[in-house]
Each structure stands twice: as structure tokens, then as C-alpha cells.
């Protein structure tokens, strides 16, 4: 949690420190090194009151240039997924796992692709995670895809195999792994496409559902 002095720890833990108070104080972590390469951090969005959260994996190139989760291309999809779901984002709190975009140069050194965050990086922002959660106390968190939902719910989490199903997490509220947008995005196929989008709309209703 960088240098957070001890008393901004517990608040986070506790859940007494405000969303914008975990966000200012995340502005300058340097607990990995990730925020060296990214152009900012990129904290949650929604309400103290949301009953759903949605966690993905980290920001990608839109979002560390915007400074907001979810505002790309997977982001947009993650919408239509939502609307078709019968969820209205806005009553969502969207954030990610790890808050900096981990990236390498394409060779063509014209595009930022994309590197899996790995289990320090996914360590060091784990207390911001913790302080989200313990501020808003979503009923449920839906995994967006297999490193938030491993992060969360347990390494040996398949997102293949128990998609849609709501378990018990590490942080003590109840959580539902599905696939994240961006796969969705990358299917070979339209037919491909078409049915992971299916599945993804699915597990979206199966959290609706549990809400109640």
C-alpha cells in the first residue's frame, strides 16, 4: 500500500475510509512496480451504495489513458452484456484487481500490448481491493475473468468449469467468476463470439438473480 501510514491501513481494512479518500491515497502507491510504466492509476467508479461490483483483471490502454476502468472497447461490450443482463451500470461499482496497466512495446513500438499481472503485482494492491469492498459492501462480486476470479475466490478456480456460480471468496463476500469482455473481443468467430457474449450475458443474469 506504498507508504500509507498505519491508521489509512485499518481505515481501508474497516471500511471507514471514503472512496475518494482510498482513491487519493492510491494516486501515489508504489508498492510494485507497475506505476513506473503507467500513466496513472486507475481507481473504481460507482457508488458506496452499489450492490454489485464488478472486478476485472487491471486497466488496459484506454483506461490508463483515461483514468477510468472499463472505457474501452471491452468496456463497451461489458455495457451491452450488462443491458442485455437487465443491469443498469450506473448502479454498479466497476474496478480491477491490480489498479496500474502492465504493458510491453509491440515491435512495431505503435501499440502497448497488453501483459498478465502476476502474483506480487496482484499482492501489492490487494489492500485497495479490500478497502472498495469494505467501503461499499457490494452483496456480490462478479470476477471479470480467470485472474480476478483466482484473485479472489481461490487460485484453483476454473473459469471453464464454474462459471455462473456463486462462492464463498477471500475478502468474505460471495463472488461469481465469468469471462472478461476482452475475450469475448479476441474469438476467432463470429459464432465464437456470439456464444461467449451468450455466456457472458448468462453469468451477468445469475447475478441479477442472486440479488434478488
Same mark, same amino acid.
Not at 24 to 43: I, P
Not at 57 to 82: K, N, T
Not at 119 to 128: K, L, N
Given at each position: 500500500m506504498g507508504e500509507l501510514p498505519e491508521e489509512m491501513r485499518e481505515a481501508a481494512r474497516d471500511g471507514e475510509a471514503g472512496l475518494d479518500e482510498l482513491r487519493a491515497a492510491a494516486s501515489g502507491c508504489t508498492a510494485c512496480d507497475l506505476y513506473h510504466h503507467?500513466?496513472?492509476?486507475?481507481?473504481?467508479?460507482?457508488?458506496?451504495?452499489? +450492490?454489485?461490483? $464488478?472486478? *476485472? !483483471?487491471?486497466?488496459?490502454? =484506454?483506461?490508463?489513458i483515461a483514468g477510468e476502468p472499463f472505457v474501452g472497447p471491452a468496456g463497451?461490450?461489458?455495457?451491452?452484456?450488462?443491458?442485455?443482463?437487465?443491469?443498469d451500470r450506473k448502479l454498479v461499482?466497476?474496478?480491477n484487481v491490480v489498479k496500474h496497466f502492465k504493458w510491453r512495446r509491440a515491435p512495431s513500438g505503435k501499440r502497448r500490448i497488453h501483459q498478465k499481472p502476476d502474483r506480487v503485482e496482484i499482492g501489492a494492491c +490487494?489492500?485497495? $481491493?479490500? *478497502? !472498495?469492498?469494505?467501503?461499499? =459492501?457490494?452483496?456480490?462480486v462478479v470476477c471479470l475473468g480467470a485472474t480476478a476470479a483466482q484473485a479472489l475466490i481461490g487460485p484453483g478456480f476454473r473459469v471453464t468449469r464454474e462459471h455462473g456460480q456463486v462462492r464463498s471468496s477471500a475478502l468474505g463476500v460471495p463472488a461469481l467468476g465469468t469471462i472478461h469482455p476482452s475475450a469475448v473481443l479476441r474469438a476467432r468467430s463470429s459464432e465464437d463470439r456470439d456464444a461467449m457474449f451468450g455466456q457472458l450475458v448468462g453469468d451477468c443474469r445469475a447475478a441479477r438473480s442472486h440479488l434478488g
Amino acid at each position: 500500500m506504498g507508504e500509507l501510514p498505519e491508521e489509512m491501513r485499518e481505515a481501508a481494512r474497516d471500511g471507514e475510509a471514503g472512496l475518494d479518500e482510498l482513491r487519493a491515497a492510491a494516486s501515489g502507491c508504489t508498492a510494485c512496480d507497475l506505476y513506473h510504466h503507467a500513466t496513472q492509476m486507475v481507481f473504481g467508479a460507482g457508488g458506496e451504495d452499489a +450492490r454489485l461490483m $464488478l472486478a *476485472g !483483471e487491471q486497466p488496459g490502454d =484506454r483506461e490508463d489513458i483515461a483514468g477510468e476502468p472499463f472505457v474501452g472497447p471491452a468496456g463497451r461490450l461489458l455495457d451491452e452484456a450488462l443491458d442485455a443482463a437487465g443491469i443498469d451500470r450506473k448502479l454498479v461499482y466497476v474496478t480491477n484487481v491490480v489498479k496500474h496497466f502492465k504493458w510491453r512495446r509491440a515491435p512495431s513500438g505503435k501499440r502497448r500490448i497488453h501483459q498478465k499481472p502476476d502474483r506480487v503485482e496482484i499482492g501489492a494492491c +490487494r489492500p485497495w $481491493l479490500e *478497502g !472498495e469492498i469494505a467501503r461499499v =459492501r457490494p452483496e456480490l462480486v462478479v470476477c471479470l475473468g480467470a485472474t480476478a476470479a483466482q484473485a479472489l475466490i481461490g487460485p484453483g478456480f476454473r473459469v471453464t468449469r464454474e462459471h455462473g456460480q456463486v462462492r464463498s471468496s477471500a475478502l468474505g463476500v460471495p463472488a461469481l467468476g465469468t469471462i472478461h469482455p476482452s475475450a469475448v473481443l479476441r474469438a476467432r468467430s463470429s459464432e465464437d463470439r456470439d456464444a461467449m457474449f451468450g455466456q457472458l450475458v448468462g453469468d451477468c443474469r445469475a447475478a441479477r438473480s442472486h440479488l434478488g
